[in-house]
């Protein structure tokens, strides 16, 4: 089945030390999304690239970069984790980018900061 | 920007009964998605609904964009409904792809 996967599923780091989460698809989607959802709160989208344009949001911090080398693979690096940015991760993909479609999430990688 | 707020926040429903969950936006929309979270986090797409009515087995929903408001009806609940439900939008005006959830409603269903 053509779908989101996003690994590890689960991810344990230590403060300050840089992890990185992936986001792999097989609908042939030409836009991928990262969205940081912390406890009990929305998500809400850190950047997105729509085929090799990265577009990031105004106010995702500069400690979160994003990586996307081939159209299946979209990569999430966090540079200097923060107890703060405990959270859960998620990717999403559409097939334009143009709006009016569908968004399709993975299952989403929750991150642990020690 | 755009605002969201959904309605209830929580909700506690016996098996067997029907809920409608309510979901309000400032704006002319473009795009609207309800999604269901399940307990292990992950978003299913239940509806991609910008207007009128859909439906999928005991799950409708309708959007009125006009009056900028979508409901979503759950009929015959089941425990596996439980979980939080998010309306998610994107507004004419906003960043291409950048869908707006609103905080969810929190649903219970007990057996």
């Known amino acids: 089945d053509a779908m989101v996967i996003q690994n590890p599923r689960y991810q344990v780091t230590q403060f300050g030390k840089p992890v990185t989460l992936s986001c792999s698809q097989t609908l042939n989607h030409n836009v991928m999304y990262w969205y940081q959802q912390k406890s009990s709160q929305a998500p809400k989208l850190l950047f997105h690239y729509y085929d090799k344009d990265f577009n990031n949001e105004a106010d995702t911090p500069d400690n979160f970069q994003s990586r996307r080398p081939n159209t299946s693979f979209c990569f999430l690096d966090i540079r200097s984790p923060g107890l703060g940015d405990a959270a859960m991760y998620l990717c999403a993909t559409s097939r334009e980018g143009m709006g009016q479609e569908t968004q399709y999430f993975g299952p989403g990688t929750r991150l642990l900061v020690l | ?111």
């Open chain 2, 1 to 111: 920007g755009i605002q969201v707020e959904q309605s209830p926040p929580d909700l506690i429903l016996q098996e067997g009964a029907n809920s409608t969950l309510r979901c309000n936006f400032s704006d002319s929309v473009n795009n609207l998605q309800w999604f269901h979270q399940n307990p292990w986090g992950q978003l299913i797409n239940l509806f991609y609904i910008p207007s009128g009515t859909k439906q999928n087995g005991r799950l409708s929903a309708t959007t009125v964009a006009t009056e900028r408001y979508s409901l979503l009806y759950i009929s015959s609940s089941q425990t596996t409904d439980s979980g939080v439900y998010f309306c998610a939008v994107e507004s004419w005006g906003g960043s291409q792809g950048n869908l707006i959830f609103g905080k969810g409603t929190k649903l219970s269903v007990k057996p």
